[in-house]
């Protein structure tokens, strides 16, 4: 950020920096040279500390599909924060929360609160581990599923490989039992499979790659996926942490038409507070304990903060179904990027998928992760630098996706169209 319009930043980054590892609670909360910080936000915008305002497209890196502090949502945490926070016993809004995710989302009859997308993920991996009887799980490379152990695996240079960790402190033992095959690749998927078709017992997948910017599946990607799941007894897990309630009520399965055994939720179902849950049919999920022995558990599952906040959300989204605005609003800035780019005459794609898109420069299609990686990153850098001068926030990694929310204006709209134009110009023009 630059100090001259960001001092007061500045000077809480220097703050932050003596008593947080890297100034932040969240390593993508770093942008060089120090992050803003925010004093409130409302709607589509960020009122930072030092007097500026942003239209925010990151959005809390997704949950804020109503935008900032919507009224419902804000009303419905008020009157619930008056009725305590914490009750350590179940409460309404959990009970209603949970039916409505039965409701709404595809193949889940039974769902389990917990309080962010990590928790999500690593409880449906036990679950799955504990139904199958095996311990190797395969992920897709540049999916991301949280911070724990099993998951914090990439690919080397190899098609397909036993995982090396990510990350130092993640056991060899732990990495080894998770396989990482490029997303996309269904030749690679397929023989990977077959040929540990005794180990492998869960797939687990973004639907949507939203942790490389934003990659969409092939048309048969997923259905392969499904079908090498079928019959046999391994597990096809989504992580419909970004997609769920996202891409369409039902998120990504009802989306592309396709089933998953367990689905993992997170962000929009919080409505902007935290919160994360897994869930499918009876058959597995009554394996969770107290029901089942598949032990899980947490002080703040099911929280009534959480729960009332993301009841508010889906409320408002199944009384609204504002898919098609959030898509137009998308699909109208990823357009003049797209214009700008040609206007220009450099290399650059656009990938949306309805809500959620990015840009990436220097490539001509991206498909997988190391299409992501092969992206001009310094021109995003120049992109992005020049997109907060113009008061337009989005995150500051080519590896995050541009969201929507219901509060962006064709204002906002037209505000970003002018600024993705310059900001084209000033990063590949
Ligand atoms: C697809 C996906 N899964 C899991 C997670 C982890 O969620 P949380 O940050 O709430 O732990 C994220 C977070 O960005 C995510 O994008």
Redesign the pocket.
């Known amino acids: 950020m630059d100090p001259e319009r960001f001092p007061k930043s500045k000077e809480l980054f220097e703050r932050a920096e003596r008593v947080m590892p890297g100034g932040v609670s969240?390593p993508?909360r770093r942008v060089e040279p120090f992050p803003f910080f925010v004093d409130r936000a409302e709607g589509s915008r960020l009122y930072t500390v030092d007097g500026e305002v942003l239209i925010d497209f990151c959005l809390a890196?997704?949950p804020l599909i109503l935008g900032h502090a919507h009224p419902e949502v804000v009303e419905a945490l008020k009157e619930r924060v008056e009725a305590g926070t914490a009750y350590g016993t179940p409460c309404v809004p959990e009970l209603e929360l949970a039916e409505t995710v039965v409701d709404l989302v595809p193949n889940v009859e039974k769902v389990r609160f917990v309080?962010?997308?990590?928790?999500?993920?690593a409880s449906a991996i036990r679950l799955a581990r504990a139904v199958t009887g095996k311990d190797v799980i395969l992920k897709f490379e540049g999916?991301?599923?949280?911070?724990h152990d099993a998951?914090l695996v990439k690919a080397g240079s190899g098609a397909s490989e036993i995982g090396a960790p990510d990350s130092p402190g993640v056991p060899e033992a732990v990495a080894r039992n998770t396989v990482v095959v490029p997303f996309n690749d269904v030749e690679t998927f397929v023989e990977t499979v077959e040929s540990m078709d005794e180990e492998i017992g869960t797939v687990i997948v973004?639907p949507v790659l939203?942790?490389a910017g934003c990659v969409p599946p092939d048309p048969d990607f997923l259905k392969a996926l499904r079908e090498y799941c079928d019959g046999t007894d391994r597990l096809l897990i989504f992580?419909?942490?970004?997609?769920g309630f996202r891409l369409s009520l039902g998120g990504a399965q009802e989306y592309f038409g396709i089933d998953a055994d367990l689905v993992?939720l997170?962000?929009v179902l919080g409505g902007g507070t935290?919160?994360?849950a897994f869930g499918g049919p009876e058959e597995y999920m009554s394996e969770v304990a107290p029901e089942g022995k598949v032990y899980q558990a947490g002080t703040f599952n099911g929280n009534p903060l959480s729960t009332t906040a993301g009841l508010a959300t889906l409320r408002v989204l199944k009384r609204e179904e504002p898919y098609d605005r959030l898509s137009d609003v998308a699909r109208r800035i990823a357009g003049a990027i797209e214009d700008a780019l040609e206007d220009v005459g450099a290399v650059g794609v656009v990938n949306r998928v309805e809500s959620m898109f990015q840009v990436y420069f220097g490539v001509e299609e991206v498909r997988d992760y190391s299409d992501v990686n092969a992206a001009d990153h310094d021109a995003f850098k120049r992109f992005h630098r020049a997109l907060v001068e113009r008061g337009v926030w989005i995150a500051g990694s080519n590896f995050e996706s541009w969201f929507t929310c219901t509060a962006h204006s064709d204002e906002d709209v037209e505000v970003a169209e002018e600024a993705v134009v310059e900001a084209v110009r000033e990063a590949v023009g």
């Open positions: 969240s993508v890196f997704g309080n962010t997308g990590t928790e999500a993920t999916c991301y599923h949280g911070a998951v973004e939203g942790n992580d419909e942490v970004i997609t993992c997170g962000k935290p919160i994360g």
